[in-house]
């Protein structure tokens, strides 16, 4: 779906360095998600927001943070990164709660 | 929280032949059930969802069913094509904007 754009596409990261992915659509949809998914694996939700100024923690959301200043914008913050999170990370979009589309992905190596 | 378990994991059919791939969820209150399509190296794309109050939905070659009392949901393909070849994931939601994925299946169709 064209209307919700991920960066960036791919990155290597160091340990203990900080990372933020980002998520951007222009759908004007209320509610945002980030999922990680690790290989072999289902979707997991780290975070969500409903609306802008609001924000809220899913299934796993240690080690990361977010944010949502404005509808278009839902960016996923690293603080210090650790291997454990080398994952391909989804960020998706939903008007009225459902249904979910999702961006590009962003697929990140921590080494 | 809700648990959505996902069988098999993997499947195999000759093109043609149909396809079932079934789900289960723990919470009853659970009420919006949508399944996703991921080629490799690409994102999940929703391909139908059905809600509670409905038993059973197509969409030309696709179908879910939805068994609300044993809380389990169904995707059926028919007339399978090479095409189909993908990750499919089931979901399940309670109103809200917390969907939780099942493990996937992994369907490869055999020309």
């Known amino acids: 779906i064209a209307g919700i754009t991920q960066a960036p596409t791919s990155q290597i990261l160091a340990a203990g360095r900080r990372m933020t992915l980002r998520c951007t659509q222009d759908?004007?949809?209320?509610?945002m998600y980030w999922y990680r998914q690790d290989l072999g694996l289902g979707l997991r939700l780290i975070h969500y927001?409903?609306?802008?100024?609001?924000?809220g923690k899913g299934e796993v959301p240690d080690g990361y943070s977010v944010s949502r200043a404005n509808t278009d914008d839902f960016p996923l913050t690293l603080a210090s990164a650790v291997p454990s999170q080398t994952s391909v990370y989804f960020c998706?979009?939903?008007?009225?709660?459902?249904?979910?589309?999702f961006g590009p992905g962003t697929r990140l190596t921590v080494l | 929280g809700e648990n959505v378990e996902q069988h098999p994991s993997t499947l195999s059919v000759q093109e043609g032949d149909s396809a079932v791939i079934k789900c289960t969820y723990s919470?009853?209150?659970?009420?919006?059930f949508p399944w996703y399509k991921q080629e490799l190296g690409k994102r999940p794309q929703l391909i139908i969802d059905?809600?509670?109050?409905?038993g059973e939905k197509k969409d030309q070659r696709i179908a879910v069913t939805l068994n609300k009392t044993a809380k389990h949901f169904s995707l059926h393909i028919t007339e399978t094509q090479p095409e189909d070849s993908a990750v499919y994931f089931c979901?399940?939601?309670?109103?809200?904007?917390?969907?939780?994925f099942g493990g996937g299946t992994r369907l490869m169709v055999k020309p």
């Open positions: 998706a979009s939903s008007d009225a709660g459902l249904p979910q589309y």
């Open positions: 059905i809600r509670s109050n409905v």
């Open positions: 759908m004007r949809h209320n509610a």
């Open positions: 919470d009853s209150a659970s009420n919006y």
């Open positions: 979901a399940a939601s309670k109103g809200g904007n917390m969907l939780t």
């Open positions: 927001s409903n609306t802008a100024g609001t924000t």
